[in-house]
């Protein structure tokens, strides 16, 4: 379950990126790339261009939103020592909730976003580009905590077994995140993305379970 309703400052703060977002896909799906300026996202969207860049680096990352990463704080400090639970697959899980948490949830910006993406070949590799990063972010969490947990597996004969399995987990991982996040965006009921992921996870370890009996 998501945590406490935000305060009224995180609520501008959300609307306010929210509006920027919104600004930006429709004058891209409107006039084309070429008419989105800052100024134009900026009046759109009622703030000024200063306020923009303290949301936004630049109109391509207002398009393309916001980049998956994991938390840089405790979360993952206490992932890579082996918690909080021991259950690997669980602990990913628990760790990309914190993950997705700042993510933009709305859904009314999905479909105008990936009617973007699709006619816009660059901004499509740019996302790709960003998952795989974020992926890469994932591996090294979780080869960071198989050698913490497991130390014979990062001395066993083959060399490459830690990676290999590091991979494999990071890889799972954004699997379930995906099927969170179409569960999510094609439900009709207000549910919200941290549920869903919490319920793909829930899922994939009763499957993984089952297997394994």
Not at 181 to 206: K, M, N, P, Y
Request: aromatic residues 6%; negative net charge; charged residues 30%.
């Amino acid at each position: 379950m998501p945590d406490a309703a935000p305060g009224l400052r995180e609520r501008k703060r959300r609307a306010t990126r929210f509006a920027i977002q919104q600004a930006a896909l429709r004058i891209a799906i409107e006039s084309g790339l070429a008419a989105v300026t800052v100024d134009e996202v900026s009046r759109r969207a009622d703030v000024s261009p200063r306020t923009f860049f303290n949301y936004f680096p630049s109109k391509e990352q207002a398009l393309l939103g916001d980049d998956p990463t994991l938390p840089d704080d405790d979360a993952l400090a206490t992932f890579r020592a082996g918690g909080p639970s021991g259950d690997l697959l669980g602990d990913l899980g628990t760790l990309l909730v914190h993950a997705t948490e700042e993510l933009i949830e709305e859904r009314g910006l999905l479909e105008e976003r990936q009617q973007v993406l699709r006619a816009a070949p660059e901004l499509f590799s740019r996302r790709m580009a960003s998952m795989k990063e974020f992926q890469a972010q994932i591996e090294d969490a979780v080869a960071a905590r198989l050698r913490t947990t497991d130390p014979a597996l990062a001395d066993a004969a083959d060399p490459d077994a830690l990676r290999r399995r590091a991979r494999l987990a990071s890889i799972v991982a954004l699997a379930a995140l995906r099927h969170a996040w179409w569960e999510w965006s094609d439900s009709t009921t207000e549910t919200h993305l941290v549920d869903e992921l919490e319920r793909s996870f829930a899922e994939l370890g009763a499957l993984v379970s089952r297997s394994l009996v």
